[in-house]
């Protein structure tokens, strides 16, 4: 894929790592493409960042043909900017654009557009211990058109933003509270998929448990309201005894980048671990008899977000005495580590 650089005129100076939150701030330049029925992907380009000019019909304001990606980049103590695990995130955006009827790029030329646009704004990567260059990939339906079919044309952009940590808590344990009522996904929609209707249908949710003190809610299943899926915006982990515990992927939770990391790390240090269905219930009773050892979520954002907290029907769990259990530390520390220049023995990262 050919790829047009127009450099802005008036580029500006990034915030101070100080001044950094997240998903506020944006850098100079953004990747877009166009698709249009019958020519396929055209005019990729890097370009000012700037507003779009859509059609008030284009489908996505009207049928939600919408969907994203995010990833890091990251400033190592050497200075070099590197990609964390940019194949896998190009490929999953690649598979979950049919579940949407939306056209995919293929991998390949994703993982160069977010590489050109990097490199076009490498001086927006902060460089201070927690911060790093958050890539949003998304995928939207333009075409003007009030029918509910498929789009014949899409745009496919790409934003950065530089950004500190992803809870103002950081790494501190959080409280979350263990959602009844609402639901994120049932089987047979889009759990699986970086859409954007699974986060609004999060939204009540999460706004609920802010105003009662929680950092974000434990999703149960949409059926029978006992089985553990995701926690907030993150894929769950939970420890009981010696043995780490992680939902399966059965098309209602995402198939996560940095699940697939703590997997990969627990299998290489010879952690028992499962990926099955867990209850609300085991994970009650564990906490009963003492053997609820750690909680914690885990995402491109946060990376590991220990839970010292949970609420279950006015119940509250503590878990650890509050306190980031050793595991969860132990794989903060090494995909940290990793992100920021440290030894890569497992090919996750991608210089820019």
Known sequence: ???????????????????????????DH?????????????????????????????????YGQAMFEGLKAFRGQDGQVRL?????????MHDGASRLCMPPMEAEDLVAAIRAVVKADAAWVPGAPGTALYIRPTLIATEPFLGV????????????????????????????????RYVRAARGGLGAVKAGANYASSLRAAL???????????????????????????????????????????????DGVTRASVLDLLAEWGVPHSERRLSIDEVVDAHRDGSLAEVWGCGTAAVISPVGELCWQGEKLKIADGAMGPLARRLYDTITGVQYGGADTRGWMTAV
């Open 1 to 27: 894929m050919e790829i047009e650089i127009r450099r802005t005129e008036t580029p500006r100076t990034p915030p101070a790592p100080g001044e950094l939150g997240f998903g506020r701030v944006f850098s």
């Open 30 to 62: 953004m990747f877009v493409a166009d698709w249009t029925d019958g020519r396929g992907w055209h005019d990729a380009r890097v370009v000012p960042y700037a507003p779009f000019e859509l059609d008030p019909a284009a489908a996505v304001f009207h």
């Open 84 to 92: 964390f695990r940019v194949d896998r995130h190009a490929r999953r």
């Open 149 to 180: 079919r498929p789009s014949r044309r899409y745009a496919l952009f790409v934003i950065l933003s530089p950004v500190g940590a992803y809870y103002p808590e950081g790494i501190n344990p959080v409280k979350i509270w263990v959602e009844q």
């Open 208 to 254: 609920d448990a802010q105003k009662l003190g929680y950092a974000q809610v434990l999703w149960l299943d949409a059926s029978e309201h006992r089985w553990c899926e995701e926690m907030g915006v993150m894929n769950l982990f939970v420890r009981i005894g010696d043995r780490v515990i992680t939902p399966p992927l059965e098309g209602t939770i995402l």
